[in-house]
């Protein structure tokens, strides 16, 4: 028999542990691990000189907007900033123009993003206003659906419990429930106290987005999640309360998982003092207490995944004149892959931990079977990355459109080298080197 790839020279991250070995691919899929005489014959021979070969990494949430915001990424520049941050998968968030929040809009991104797409694209959906359109979105393939508490923007009511909670149990736990955790009404409240006194700073702006906004809508979604029984995935949880909260929640046998981000992990609120209103997300950075406790809740497993919440703008809305003007999010999918090598390389964490964030935790989360694991049949979806190169990071050179990062000029060690989605050599040194397309369009419970 002859494959379509083999990759020799490598080391491999397999079953727990690296091992010297090669990979033999065949259809998009892994056919064989093993030494060198044991592979079998191979159309092409790729040596990848002693690099590390990772699965495949996996992003839950990211805003490759496109359609009505193609102004500030589309499908073929966030994909290709995927491929070159190490990322083989991202599953795209519904706060779109027009939102995804129906069977068309999410059929009509999907078809959208087939031509374009470097790596495979699933896709959230915004909750309907009608709870009967949700099993018709879920049959068109959203592998998720979206809670965004902070603002109303898809169809569900979100002032209305009631309707939250008869949403939750029409999904059930077929797909996750993914929730921004913060209080709409608190932060209206404040922020129109702090215009009114004529504030429009950046401390103003944690005003709004308080520890205490994010704690209570946590403790909200609580509620229902114990009434309904719904599988509730949080997203950037930023705050030690909220993570503790959840935590204690998880023990009473609640299927819940919770995500952080590397901005998060890796910036404070000093930062953001510091740099400005480039690094203006939300939820905001946190001071350093509650940085150093989500550190300790990756190592004490109260965080499930690593999620970049790649949130790119135009670079004149994050230099507006006020705060409230300023759009938030942080450009992450070309950073988060060498910021947790970094740390890797610090003692930090293990390789193993960033495999169970990045890669093997999200493919369980999101029901994506037979992804995010080095495993004979498994997609053949890896990454090759080099654990001793160091770089300073320059967002001049993301493929993102977003050329803006607060890690401008950080130094980092360990650096993704090559991407292969099914088998096929996309990103090489740097450079996307694929056609366009090349991606799959991932729907619920996996391909």
Not at 176 to 191: F, G, Q, R, S, T
Not at 204 to 210: G, K, M, N, R, T
């Amino acid at each position: 028999m002859t494959v379509d790839l083999v990759l020799e020279n490598l080391k491999a991250y397999i079953g727990g542990s690296v091992e010297e070995c090669c990979i033999a691919i065949e259809n998009g899929r892994i056919f064989k691990l093993g030494r060198e005489t044991q592979m079998p014959k191979a159309e092409t021979v790729l040596n990848l000189g002693g690099l590390l070969v990772l699965p495949g990494l996996i992003d839950v949430h990211v805003h490759l907007r496109d359609e009505g915001k193609a102004y500030k990424e589309d499908f073929y520049t966030g994909t290709a900033a995927a491929a070159a941050g190490g990322f083989t998968t991202v599953l795209d968030m519904p706060n779109n123009a027009p939102v995804t929040m129906s069977a068309d809009t999410l059929k009509r991104r999907m078809e959208t993003a087939k031509a374009k797409a470097f790596v495979n694209v699933g896709f959230f959906s915004e909750f309907p206003g009608e709870t009967k359109e949700i099993d018709a979105i879920i049959k068109a393939g959203a592998v998720a659906f979206k809670l965004y508490l902070g603002e109303q923007v898809g169809g569900l009511n979100i002032d209305d419990d009631k309707a939250l909670e008869e949403a939750f149990k029409t999904v059930k736990s077929r797909v996750p429930i993914a929730v921004h955790a913060e209080d709409k009404n608190m932060l209206k409240k404040v922020e129109r106290k702090l215009k009114q006194e004529g504030r429009s700073d950046i401390n103003a702006f944690l005003e709004v987005h308080s520890v205490e906004a994010e704690v209570k809508a946590v403790k909200r979604v609580l509620k229902i999640a114990r009434k309904t029984g719904a599988k509730v995935h949080f997203c950037h949880i930023s705050t030690r309360h909220s993570l503790e909260a959840i935590h204690r929640a998880r023990g009473e046998g609640l299927p819940l998982t919770c995500e952080a981000t590397p901005h998060h992990l890796f910036l404070s609120v000093e930062d953001l003092k510091r740099v400005g209103t480039l690094a203006l997300t939300i939820p905001p950075l946190r001071d350093k207490s509650h940085v150093d406790f989500l550190w300790e809740g990756l190592k004490r497993g109260f965080i499930d995944v690593i999620g970049s919440d790649h949130a790119p703008h135009a670079f004149t809305e994050k230099n507006a004149g006020s705060v409230w003007e300023i759009k938030p999010g942080i450009p992450g999918l070309e950073t988060s892959l060498p910021l947790m090598l970094t740390a890797v390389n610090m003692g930090m964490l293990s390789l193993a931990d960033v495999v169970r964030f990045m890669a093997e935790n999200p493919a369980k989360i999101f029901r994506l079977y037979g992804w995010g694991t080095v495993k004979e049949g498994f997609k053949a979806d890896l990454v090759a990355v080099d654990l001793k190169r160091e770089y300073l990071i320059d967002s001049s050179k993301f493929y993102s459109k977003a050329k803006f990062s607060p890690f401008d000029g950080k130094r980092v060690k360990g650096k993704p080298v090559k991407t292969f989605v099914g088998g096929r050599l996309v990103m090489d040194e740097g450079e996307v080197v694929a056609e366009a397309g090349c991606g799959e369009i991932v729907c619920s419970g996996g391909l």
